[in-house]
Every structure is written in structure tokens, then in C-alpha cells.
């Protein structure tokens, strides 16, 4: 059953209260990360409290993520994840925790509760009343060094030229002060981990969302079927071989009989043989041996995120392990909801931090 966590906005809506009628009789508001101002082309959002673009956490390595297939935007790190559903207005975190905070969206832009997403990812937020050349609302984390005194005043050069640009360039005609929305900054990806290897395999024939999710990141991975699964499915395996995908077999306790009936299967499904299997439980270790007196590949894997137990995957616990890998991993899913819902996220988060995903066999 999901879990649902109230959020009590008391304090925030205290806060909110304290900057709303600066916030409304002012023409300009910068959002300010530590001590870096960010141009007048992301500016916060005001409904009764602050929202701000959800791309401006990237800045704090707080990466972000849009998935079209299910009309959601994430942000996360390694140790935390949070997902909006901009169709259901749901919000829930990578261990099913559901949240009482929805987005707003305006002219084409996501915006987020910040008070909300500061409190989850251990944040700090502030609102700075300005000197005639705009406020700030300010987001900090345990890097920043400067006071909001100090900030405002270092800051306030900067923001003049910056809003006379602005006030000079709307025109009469202009309906409101706010400033067009334009692309957000795009965060850096970090680089600590370029080269290391990572392989992905899969149990099980997949639905349409995992293939989807693949190809929007250009990865390939190994599906592992059993002859049922290849006998039921002949349309999706030719889909899976014709995207570039290895196809191995699945073996049960009978490993002799599950290789060749798949393998005949297989063939009459996408014309192809494999020589892969493997297998996971109490048949791990006979359909091991079976490879090796067979002169097959054996499909390993060093950190099982399959959906074993029905209680749903954790991102921050697949990253975790991912991170405190050596050079090489291999990620064995199986094609269920929850890797569905994870998968986007996690192919998002090696391609930020320049892992090398390869398929099995090509490492």
C-alpha cells in the first residue's frame, strides 16, 4: 500500500508571509544559488509561497530529469530522488513515500515548491528585499559563505546592470514585469567517474517503457527470456534484436532443455542463436557450470536490482552501489513496474557523471 507523508507548511507559510507583499510590490525577483546570481531569464514564481524552475537545483548537483512517457520530471542525487508526475500532480520519493505538494506550471516552465525541495535535499532558502534593483530569493547549501547582508551587498552592482537591461528592454505594450522564460543553465555532469564500465542486463520480456527508455539514452542491454517468455512474445524479441540489444536465455533447473528449446524459439522468432544464459537463485550455480562445460557465456552480475521482494526498487540504493563500485559493474533489472519507474533516472545519472555503458561481452 502506498504511503502517504503529510507535509505540515506552517513554517513556510510564515516565511511566505513575511516576503509576500515585498515579493508582489516588487518588479524583479533573482534567484540567487550561494553566491552566484542567476540571470533574469529564471526568476522564482509566487502563489501564495515561492516556487522556483526545478532545473535551478542542478547548480547545487541536484540533477534533473524529464520523462515524456510518463509525463514526469525528477530531481535527484545519489543519495535521494524525488519525482513529480505533472499529469496526476502526485509527488513521491525513490522509496514510495508520497508527498502532499504538487508543481505549477507557467509559460511551458515547471516550477517547484522551495521550501519543499530545500527541506528535502537539506537545503537552505532565504528572501533578501532588495535596494531599488529587485530582491532575491536565495538557495544555499553547506558550500555557501556569505551572509544575506553580505551577499546582497556584493551582489547589488551586479544587479543593477542586470535590471536596467531589463526595465530598458519591455515596452507598453508589455502585459507583467516578469521577464520571458528562456532555457535554464544546464548542470555540469560530474566526471569522477568517467570510465568506469557499467553493464546492464535484464530479466524477463519487456514492456514498451523499458525499450523506450533505452533508446532515448542510446543504451543497450542484454534481455535474458526463457522459452515461454520467446514463444508468447516473438514480436517484441525481434524488436529487442533489432534495436541492438543482446538476447540471452534464461535457464530454469532443466538447463540442457531451456537453452536449446529457446534457442530453436529464438530463431524462429528474429533468425538468431545465442550463446548466453543465465540464471538467478537456487539454479544460479548449475546453470554456471552448464556455461562453462558448454563453452557458453555465463551473464554474472554484481548488484541484483531486480524487484524480487514486490516492495519496489530504491534509486538512491542502486546509485549507492553503482558509486562504490570499482571499475566495472553489471546491473541485472527484471522488466516490473518499478524498473519502469526507476530506469530513466538511473541511465540519466550515468550519463551526468560519464559512465561507460556497454553491452555484456563488449567490455
Known sequence: MRRVLTII?????????????????SNVCFIAINETLLDLSVTPYFYGSAFVPYTVFGNLKIYSAYFPDSNTVSLYRSDRQLYFNLSTGQTYDGNDNYYTTSTITQNGRVF???????????????????????????????????????????ATPKMQTRYESYINSLTPSSPSPSPEASPSPTPQPDDSHAGTVVQLSFEGIPGDAILNTLAQYAVNAVFYL?????????????????????????????????????????????????????????????????????????????????DRTGLGLSYSAIVSRIEAAGDSVSVRFDCSQSTERVLGSILNYLKNNQYAVTLEREA
Open 9 to 25: 507548511l506552517i513554517a513556510a507559510l510564515i516565511v511566505a508571509m513575511s516576503f509576500t507583499g515585498s515579493a508582489a510590490g
Open 226 to 306: 526463457t522459452p515461454e517468455e520467446i514463444a508468447a512474445n516473438p514480436d517484441t524479441v525481434r524488436r529487442i534484436a533489432g534495436s541492438g540489444h543482446g538476447v540471452g536465455i534464461y535457464c530454469g533447473s532443466a538447463c540442457d532443455y531451456d537453452y536449446y528449446a529457446a534457442n530453436e524459439l529464438l530463431f524462429d522468432a528474429a533468425q538468431i542463436r545465442s550463446v548466453m544464459v543465465s540464471s538467478s537463485g537456487e539454479t544460479f550455480g548449475s546453470c554456471r557450470t552448464f556455461a562453462s562445460n558448454y563453452g557458453l557465456y555465463f551473464g554474472d552480475f554484481s548488484i541484483d536490482a531486480a
Open 112 to 154: 517547484v515548491s522551495v521550501q519543499f525541495v530545500c527541506s528535502f535535499f537539506g537545503l537552505s532558502w532565504s528572501y533578501i528585499n532588495g535596494i531599488g534593483y529587485g530582491d532575491i530569493l536565495r538557495i544555499t547549501d553547506s558550500g555557501s559563505y556569505l551572509s544575506d547582508t553580505d551577499f546582497l551587498y556584493a
